[in-house]
């Protein structure tokens, strides 16, 4: 058969390549929009693939695999600001195909042809405002999501023949491994998710056979032992993430530390809508029907739309669960919102369609036009809801403070300032900046405090002024039951913080300088030299205090600063060492104290 011919009886790959496309030429318009890194962490990415270039270690207490994913752009393009933007956009939009994949699956269980609901899928798990937010803000977070998607595919396709584990079942493990490895909220759901499908596919089993499946029992036990000798793997490399792990399953810190308000990236209220609760009723009739299927004794296959179905309520309860509980982490939870919307809702378009054939079986044609316009209003609405964040998207830094601290790079290191000391910062993340331009370490926290961790060094101070406002991106949400975001017509108001911890510049002229000694452009034989690295005086990555491993964290007095407050609550402390020090650079947003 030839491509031409191939792509005539299947016109929906084309669809789906396009939904690729255009959410990666949207992602690269978005994220190029300036040149600078996006978000409250700016070139906190971009510190640790610099250590992996220059050293094949991250400076970081996180899972490392998303900063050696991220690594090869940042070398082809010869600039990390702008190999990670399309090494994210590349990955968010490769979401496309497993959620395609999946909604798929429920076709003929369903028994519906229509490829529209996994087309809808694969645009909105790609195209929504909770996506936008994590690529500026949460990068890990949403790789995750990526190998999440892919787990729960192969994993499914797995467990319905258990015996091709040398194929589905050794790639399920893997892609389990990279969840862990990528970043402990999306590596823990994806445990949750797997071990739930493993438990009852052995329990389900045994019970419709009446005996227990001694190879399911052995496999269950191969891949337990492979699961936690992750967890060990990432504990040991990282013992930061024991901490996370116990706080994702406590909540005993992020519960103590609010007050009940919430604080998310969306509001909870878009699981309250007609078209996600249909898909959840969906979803829980499928699981229930497949506990009545017979199995086969000569071969017990559980189906996979049961399995699916039951992937898609637990993750859907535990993230109802930990969006709705008040955590420092509740921003992330719901952020990641729109993995069941976009994988529920297509469920329950499937289920309307069926409806429409059994009432109008002859009516083939206008099943799939009511089908496709319903979708087209959900994407729109998806689309829409995105675009109101569009604007706010950007480097939490403007272009003035960037090319200022430039300029103390150039004229005051070292000549006035000593790449060797101490520079105190008001909060982590004017921290990253200073670390990525001038390759000093930085610290937050008391003065007292540094200066008794670092007495023979000499400790900096600066504070950056602000010409304009920093406030929080607000937007009026429009909650409309009746679809699966906002619309612009009719709904109800409802004030909605999209990035309550994510403060931004409002600053027209914010893009830095395309050819500045800060852009690194010369990448050769993994070494980078002099200005090629921001902020880099010399061929050590710029976050690693002295006397200190290649590979260890830059650490903070109230911390660790590459780690501190990213999951819960800002470290400004305010710059109440001003007054302790002689000012020794002034100018625009920015003055540079000794303070010791």
Not at 26 to 40: A, E, F, H, Q, W
Request: proline letters at 5%; glycine letters at 8%.
């Amino acid at each position: 058969m030839s491509i031409k011919s191939f792509l005539k009886e299947k016109p929906h790959l084309i669809i789906l390549f396009s939904i690729f496309l255009f959410s990666f030429i949207l992602d690269i318009y978005l994220l190029t929009r300036y040149n600078l890194s996006y978000g409250m962490d700016g070139p906190f990415y971009d510190l640790k693939v610099q250590s992996i270039i220059q050293t094949g270690f991250p400076a970081s207490n996180d899972p490392p695999l998303v900063y050696y994913i991220l690594t090869p752009f940042v070398l082809l393009t010869g600039n990390s600001f702008l190999g990670i933007k399309i090494g994210m956009a590349l990955i968010g939009s490769l979401m496309a195909f497993p959620a395609f994949l999946l909604t798929e699956t429920f076709s003929n269980k369903l028994e519906v042809k229509s490829k529209v609901p996994a087309l809808l899928s694969a645009f909105l798990v790609t195209v929504n405002v909770s996506y936008f937010s994590m690529i500026g803000d949460f990068m890990q977070n949403l790789v995750g999501v990526f190998f999440l998607l892919l787990l729960i595919y192969f994993t499914v396709k797995w467990l319905e023949n258990i015996s091709e584990w040398k194929k589905y079942g050794v790639l399920s493990v893997a892609l389990l491994l990279c969840s862990i490895l990528t970043h402990i909220y999306t590596g823990m759901l994806a445990v949750v998710i797997f071990m739930s499908l493993m438990v009852f596919n052995l329990l389900f089993r045994t019970y419709k056979t009446h005996s227990l499946p001694l190879f399911d029992l052995k496999i269950f036990g191969l891949m337990l032992v492979l699961i936690l000798g992750g967890l060990a793997l990432l504990f040991t490399a990282y013992p930061l993430m024991f901490n996370k792990f116990t706080t994702v399953l406590s909540f005993l810190n992020g519960s103590s530390a609010t007050s009940g308000t919430m604080m998310g990236s969306i509001n909870f209220t878009i699981f309250l809508t007609i078209p996600f609760l249909l898909g959840v009723f969906a979803a829980i009739k499928i699981f229930y029907e497949g506990l009545k299927e017979k199995l086969e004794p000569e071969n017990p296959r559980v189906s996979k739309s049961t399995l699916l179905s039951l992937a898609y309520i637990v993750m859907t309860l535990v993230l109802v669960v930990l969006a709705v509980l008040p955590s420092d982490y509740q921003e992330r939870f719901i952020a990641m919102a729109f993995v069941p919307v976009a994988l529920m809702v297509p469920i329950g378009l499937k289920l309307i369609e069926k409806w429409i054939s059994n009432q109008l079986p002859s009516k083939k044609r206008f099943k799939v036009g009511v089908v496709t316009v319903i979708a087209v209003l959900f994407a729109f609405s998806s689309f829409y809801t995105a675009a109101g964040i569009f604007s706010d998207m950007g480097p939490s830094i403007s272009s003035d403070q960037y090319n200022e601290l430039l300029q103390i790079k150039a004229n005051y290191i070292p000549s006035e300032i000593n790449s060797s000391s101490i520079i105190l910062v008001d909060d982590y993340h004017t921290g990253y900046w200073v670390q990525y331009v001038l390759g000093i370490q930085a610290e937050t926290g008391n003065l007292t405090d540094v200066q008794q961790k670092y007495p023979n060094q000499t400790i900096y101070g600066i504070s950056m002024t602000r010409n304009g406002s920093m406030s929080s991106t607000n937007y009026q949400y429009l909650w409309n039951p009746f679809f699966p975001y906002s619309f612009p017509f009719g709904g109800f108001n409802m004030s909605w913080n999209t990035n309550s911890r994510q403060s931004q510049f409002k600053d027209n002229n914010l893009t830095a300088p395309k050819n500045s000694s800060n852009d690194p452009k010369n990448m050769e034989n993994k070494n980078i030299s002099g200005n090629s690295i921001p902020g880099n005086s010399s061929n050590g990555p710029p976050s690693i205090p002295n006397g200190t491993s290649n590979n260890a964290p830059m650490q903070g007095a109230s911390g660790n600063l590459a780690e501190a407050g990213r999951d819960g609550g800002s470290f400004s402390m305010g710059s109440s060492w001003i007054n302790q020090g002689t000012l020794i650079f002034s100018q625009g947003n920015i003055r540079v104290y000794r303070l010791s």
